[in-house]
Antibody, heavy 128, light 110 residues
């Protein structure tokens, strides 16, 4: 059974940093891309970014709103992904979900990307 | 404001069918595949549709997806009270190398 569990959330002051962890089990972690998606209270989903598998270079992409402040990394030996949140702002307050990603080209030029497993989320509150 | 456009809310009676639209542009829906997610109250989102119209195992065939041009549609037939949830569409956007989501549609089953 695939399991995705986030941890590390909490209350943090503006300008400070926080690191979230995403611990997984039930699948070969190194074969998959992993992403972070956040949801502000009462709002919709906002994609934060993702990290590709080492097979595809382990590269990352980020949303414009967090680029330069957030860093996604992975430790395949621990089946864990991380989200380093730096220079936090009040608008970063949200429930942060970690997801397993299926991403590939369909062979005719279209890109397939979807999150097939989601954790329950960890709450980050940025406030003074 | 979300990149993909969905109606904020919809309602229908039990047993009826509803279709939820998701509108984008060429760089996202027009040239990439669409996925749909269901978020029941107080829970994490769950994958409902991927590759425009494919259902993961365990998702009832009452749920269907389609895509035409720069728009996608989620259909739910035989509505049940348990279908009351927020529904989000998502797609890769090649122009910004990022995933974009719709703002979500809150479905009420009266």
């Amino acid at each position: 059974e695939v399991q995705v569990v986030e941890s590390g959330g909490g209350l943090v002051q503006p300008g400070r940093s926080l690191r979230l962890s995403c611990t997984t089990s039930g699948f070969t972690f190194g074969d998959y891309s992993m992403s972070w998606v956040r949801q502000a209270p009462g709002k919709g989903l906002e994609w934060v970014g993702f990290i590709r598998s080492k097979t595809y270079g382990g590269t990352t992409d980020y949303a414009a709103s967090v680029k330069g402040r957030f860093i996604i990394s992975r430790d395949d030996s621990k089946s864990t992904a991380y989200l380093q949140l730096n220079s936090l702002k009040t608008e970063d307050t949200a429930l942060y979900f970690c997801t397993r990603v299926q991403d590939y080209s369909d062979g005719i030029g279209y890109y397939v990307y979807y999150s097939d497993y989601w954790g329950q989320g960890t709450l980050v509150t940025v406030s003074s | 404001q979300s990149v993909l456009t969905q109606p904020p809310s919809m309602s229908a009676a039990p047993g009826q069918k509803v279709t939820i639209s998701c509108s984008g542009i060429s760089s996202n829906i027009g040239n990439n595949h669409v996925s749909w997610y269901q978020q029941l109250p107080g829970t994490a989102p769950k994958l409902l549709i991927y590759y425009n119209n494919q259902r993961p195992s365990g998702v009832p065939d009452r749920f269907s997806g389609s895509k035409s041009g720069t728009s996608a549609t989620l259909g739910i037939s035989g509505l049940q009270t348990g279908d009351e949830a927020d529904y989000f569409c998502g797609s890769w956007d090649s122009s910004v190398s990022a995933v974009v989501f719709g703002g979500g549609t809150k479905l009420t089953v009266l």
